[in-house]
């Protein structure tokens, strides 16, 4: 059994781990902490887990998290870099669901997340935890960044078009894409109320939003230019679903005489044909949230809905696939195990 | 014109007042406050209100609320005793969407609402704000207390059959009420997040809440019986609604054996004939809270789902007839306008 | 592996069982049978179980249902009674999620569910498939009629009460109910739309719902009291949740002073003490329907709001507990298998 | 006073027209017909409506449409067009809400609806019923083609960037938009079932969209093009919103050089200065759907979130301006009011 722990385990992220992992049966979850809620049954806060999670959140110090296997960083920006050099010198793999893993830029880290980087050395080895994209190198990872809920539709849906080079103008790239609620975390705050955000529709971020960077540090390296090269360039547009879970990313790409030609449909089979988590729908598809809700399945469509233009239609559940199912993948590959354990739920639908 | 000031606009109550007001043939909103967000434009805060609402936040120092002819009190519990002396020796009337002037019992006042009462001769003189019942002492009134949104259904749903003495076991009624999450106001909390809320159903306040004793003194004042007095009692259960607006009032009373003999069909009928605001349909209806939305107009239908019971249900809009209509519903009682000037918007369905 | 088949599997019961069948350890499904559908790939309806479903439906004819060990009808009410007979002639068991084998009384059949009963002799050998109250004739049964949502919520809630003599006035009880929109199944109608039934809320069923008889029925069998004894009854009132899932209902019993007297909650914790799907919890809670998500559990909360009243909060998940997941329950029992295989998913939330 | 008759008010624009016009104090409201519903009175249907409203629907024959002076289809689609002659030579004015007097190209409206057009003369006279862009034409109107709920958000959103020549590449403009599910009407569906729509989220229309041939027949209009010119041309992707009102529109349009030096904001704001429903926003600002749920209002917002690519926010109500209010704004005009009147609802927020 692999002997987990999570650090900070109060939010979406934390409980969808904890469904989860309580779930997977290779896998005992040792220690959650959260300095806040210590001593409170973590089936307290989430009655949802009542009989199936046993555990107390912990302080830090009484965790023990240096005895565990694999340890999940489920908390605020900046908190897995502070405390990953210790667990990697005891042998602890880490993954983190935060962003201190992501950008490889240190100063792009800092513009967009208010803080310095506190260990490039380790950022620099860390691998981003993108299965589809990465496998070989999450297996032997010890540090992962896992992905933005957004930058995994992104990245997933563009990435047959950018692989084959001269396909699509990269440099005019456009993602229009829409989360539901839990995207934004379980924080109280005034426009993630219920009487806020449902029965509405809006953009936000529309000056910027930290997984723009991040997007766009990844389509380059899938494209294999240079990171920062002008060559590719998306720009990403977040919007506010009134649902709980789901992402629908609208992606356009504008095509190359080349690209025109090209078999898009057939394009895309053959490229996720081996992934089990990817599926590619018939032409003529639009897949819906609700389709992956509570699995780790991304749903993919290609259309072109002009002759000189692709469009892209990829879903996800933000929490599982976009977040800690993700990480779960990860945690496989890192351990050795079929990549699909414990995560092959059937999406619930209605 | 009537010259209005609103303390304390920022919540659901305050922008429900505004949309109200803003639209009123007699009012001129003179002044609106909020220390917090003294400067910011109102529709800063609420775009709805872009071209139509056209002050700023002020601090209650700027706002020369004593010029006012009404001011109305949208604020935190406790807020509009502190400043209803002074206010009523400058001849302003006060009408207060708090709980300040709710409860006679000043010790039932602290015990519920955690402070002392600190003006028990203004909260004697003050007059519950439920026109249906008490029109005449309204006209008249300084100082309202505008009832709290679940006490207004459930009294106006009991009303007609606690007015005939001896139809109904009144010491064993049931209030089993829903609310959309606004009546929640517009606080962080993590409760009322879309991603909590939504998708959910549940009872809450099951150890006691505020509007249970605000119910149970005013069911006492309609059926004529002394305050505290056992002759009626009512058990009050409130559920949350995953919706913005709305209160669904489902209410139950054991019928007596003359009670069983009373069309109470016709007595409901009767009871309501000439009340603008509050509509009595025909019998076998269940009337549905999206029928009232942003309306001040409540809805109820009368029935037996057994020989030896009465059934009631009652919806109105949480914000409107259950807050801020009916204190505009008031503030024309009080300053001798018909009573339903500016409160005739037809309910927005769907 | 237990071969079984579906019947009319193109509503929501039918996909909730298709999302647990396939996840079973234990079962091979081998048909699934739509008229109107046949030949559609079960995914191509319900993109949630692309990969994971293979079947297409089919004619019943071309089902060989007769080969199958069990056979579930979720399908209109009737149907189940018209193909019982030849399939218990082959040795198939039969597990009805309609009403065909609920209501004992055949003429109460005929007058709620507008048909006569085609087999009164089956009707009489079914078992009520409600294994917490019936589970040792469940193992033997042939036929099971599964029952209603409402009715699971409600038995689960009253029972620890009425089977103890003399606790409460069993002749007036409440059921005040709420169940989320999936249980009018996946029908083509206007008062389902989302334009209708989103951001409102409303009682239905006003003047009798078919679930009422079939709680009194089984209601009356719990307390140990003759069919149709007026010594127990419960009046029901559902209502509608503008959510996807869940049922809540809040339950009234007037308790008798030896009632009054009792501990309800070491009552309840004792009543369902081995129960692996019904969690009682602690004194002073409030069960959400969110916290049994998509799961086969029920939470139940007991109090008294008043020294002469009990209230029970009763949750669980309609499509699950109440509908599908308690008919592979019941396979299980059926089938000799632990009770809980393939059903211990933990809920989704949020 | 101006007579209205209503042709078909069963379906939502029918009631949110009656909501309007009952508050309209230029209108008496003098038929409305339904041959389904003949004799039922519209509060039986609506009962946001009762005490308002107190018409029943008529046959057609009955409702004496000729002595109207406006006669509103709130119709399928292909009923204005059979009964305009008529009504056109009794001197009535006719404003059709459905798609018949939209589409200019007989041929394209053939294929988009399935019907051959009756009366082709009558569609050259008909004015496209956009204010903001025909203003003068729907003053001296007879027949009017209210302008489809999506178009109007995309065209005043792409106006004032076409209007200036040589700002963008108006050769491939994207319109990624959104709308409520009250926009798929008050039709038994599957797929606007709360249990289907809600807490999802999807593309539709993806292999094309009726309204796509719509928008760029008036988007060639509004940049001085000729009929199918490809100098213009929009991608048009719907999207389905979880919520009952509201329509967002994300458009994107690459820029010229010279658009790339243009002041977009001041553009806009000159551009709408003196409309009296449309509302630029501040620079930077994310409009949403629920600052003008229930008016007549629009609110855009400009960005360039690249150098070369503009992105315009549109919202509004799909039922008020993208139907119904548009077309009361329109009879305004016809009948020589001025054009607010009626119209000035504040948007109801929460």
Redesign the interface.
Known sequence: MIKVGIVGGTG?TG?ELL?LL??HPQVKITAITSRKEAGMPVSDM???????VDLAFTTPDEARLNECDVVFFATPHGVAMAQARELLADGVKIIDLAADFRLKDTAEFERWYGMPHSCPDLLAEAVYGLPELHREAIRKARIVGNPGCYPTSVQLGFAPLLKTPGLVDAA?L?A?C?S???G?G?????H?????????????G??GHRHGPEINQQLRVIAGVAPGSAAV?C?F?P?L??????I?S?L?A?LTPSGQQADLQALFEAHYRDEPFV?V?PA????????????N?V?I?V?K??P??A?V?V?EDN?TKGASGQAVQCMNLMCGLDETTGL???????
């Open positions: 979406y409980v469904r309580s779930q989430y009655p949802s887990l009542r009989g199936r005019h456009i229009n829409a539901g609620v839990s934004a379980r924080k109280a705050e005034v993630t109320l219920l009487a806020e955000a449902s029965d509405n529709f809006k953009a936000y529309v000056k360039h720009v547009v919007h679903i009134p649902a709980i879970r789901g629908h609208t356009y504008r599926d729908m003529g598809s639009a897949p819906e949230t609700r389709s992956v809700r509570a699995s399945f749903r469509a259309h809905p002009a000189d233009l469009m239609l879903v929490l092959l739920q059937v999406p619930v639908l209605p």
